[in-house]
């Protein structure tokens, strides 16, 4: 498999706040969302524990838009896209920072009424035709913010 690789995330899980939507300076609409995801398991008593894992996504252009719009906290959502790590300096200890994220690429409802996803029967996908006609929504590597630099403070103040 020499050449060959993959960088794919597939997850279900609840939002554990609303979802926070900004633009950057060129008008291209972000969000950033928390999502959980849960596990269950014996312990070595024989005991059963819940784990939650938090997940950080970020949603670009129209899936900003539809998270924005449709997504509410503790609504159940399907996310598939990719990991990246971005880093910054901290102005105020002076170290590099890193944050692994996934970057969506699909976004589908799956609450149903009044579960805060907004009606459940609408799913927005970046390659399908329910989130924004025929067009792929996918965030063109072009893009500088979201393809090769790092989001400064200055363009998203999460």
Do not use: C
């Amino acid at each position: 498999m020499a050449g060959k690789s993959l960088n794919r995330v597939m997850l279900i899980g609840n939002l554990g706040k609303d979802p926070e939507v900004k633009f950057t300076p060129s008008g291209t609409a972000v969000a950033k969302i928390a999502l959980a995801t849960n596990e269950r398991f014996k312990d070595k008593n024989g005991e059963w524990q819940d784990r939650t894992e938090w997940h950080n996504v970020v949603l670009w252009q129209r899936l900003a838009e539809i998270a924005g719009e449709y997504l509410k906290k503790g609504g159940k959502v399907y996310i598939e896209g990719r990991l990246q790590t971005r880093s910054w300096d901290d102005k105020q200890t002076n170290q590099k920072k890193y944050m692994t994220e996934v970057v969506a690429s699909d976004l589908i409802l799956l609450g149903g009424r009044g579960e805060g996803a907004g009606g459940g029967d609408f799913a927005g996908s970046s390659r399908g035709a329910a989130a924004g006609g025929n067009t792929d929504q996918r965030t063109p590597e072009a893009e500088p913010a979201a393809a090769s630099s790092p989001i400064s403070d200055e363009d998203i103040p999460f």
